[in-house]
Nanobody, 115 residues
Framework: QVRLVESGGGLVQAGGSLRLSCTAS????????MRWYRQAPEKQRELVAI???????NYGDSVKGRFTISRDNAKNTVYLQMNSLEPEDTAVYYC?????????WGQGTQVTVSS
């Protein structure tokens, strides 16, 4: 059974940094495209970052240049390094993987950025 567990969220002041982790079990994360999404109150879920099996990455326009997605294959973990955080980054952050025909989500981790 596939399970994704996020951690690393918290409260930080604007301009600060956080690193989120997503540890996978039941799946070898390095062989799949892994995604980070976020959802702010009363807003649609937004794609934040993607890392492919070949290590290539892509980012949402709102986080380009500030966030970095990476992976540690030995730990089966994907990270999201978030720098220069802004109040607009406040959201629940979710890890995601699609393994046909199922899409898996973690439980989410709350990030709150104070101004």
């Amino acid at each position: 059974q596939v399970r994704l567990v996020e951690s690393g969220g918290g409260l930080v002041q604007a301009g600060g940094s956080l690193r989120l982790s997503c540890t996978a079990s039941g799946i070898i994360s390095s062989t799949h495209v892994m995604r980070w999404y976020r959802q702010a109150p009363e807003k649609q879920r937004e794609l934040v970052a993607i890392i492919s099996s070949d290590g290539s990455t892509n980012y949402g326009d709102s986080v380009k240049g500030r966030f970095t997605i990476s992976r540690d294959n030995a730990k089966n973990t994907v990270y999201l390094q978030m720098n220069s955080l802004e109040p607009e980054d406040t959201a629940v952050y979710y890890c995601n993987v699609r393994w046909w025909p199922t899409e898996y989500w973690g439980q989410g981790t709350q990030v709150t950025v104070s101004s």
